[in-house]
């Protein structure tokens, strides 16, 4: 299985992670804007031509390595992201508290 290679992109207030798989041009996305100290998971995209690679697991440990390295806290409103959290207890000190609409 060949590495993935994460790299940052955007500003302060948004961005994105990107996942490159070497000889692959398909790239792996998990989208976020800022708000505060929380940093919004929006959206996990990736391509079925680099899916079943740990692309998006990898988009989401990058993202969880930054809120360790840089102090903010996680708002997992993409569902990918929200289920790694489920996955991972030990990340919870790490997730924003957000009260969701149900409506």
Not at 19 to 39: K, P, S
Not at 58 to 78: K, N, Q, S, Y
């Amino acid at each position: 299985m060949s590495a993935v290679t994460i790299t940052r992109h955007g500003s302060h207030n948004a961005g994105e992670y990107h996942a490159h798989i070497a000889g692959e041009t398909a790239i792996g996305r998990l989208t976020w804007v800022q708000r505060g100290d929380v940093r919004i998971a929006e959206h996990t995209l990736v391509p079925a031509e680099i899916g079943g690679r740990r692309v998006a697991a990898e988009l989401v440990a990058a993202l969880v390595d930054d809120a360790r390295t840089l102090g903010f806290r996680i708002d997992p409103a993409c569902s990918y992201v929200a289920a790694a959290f489920r996955r991972h207890p030990e990340w919870a000190a790490l997730r924003a508290q957000v009260r969701r609409d149900t409506a």
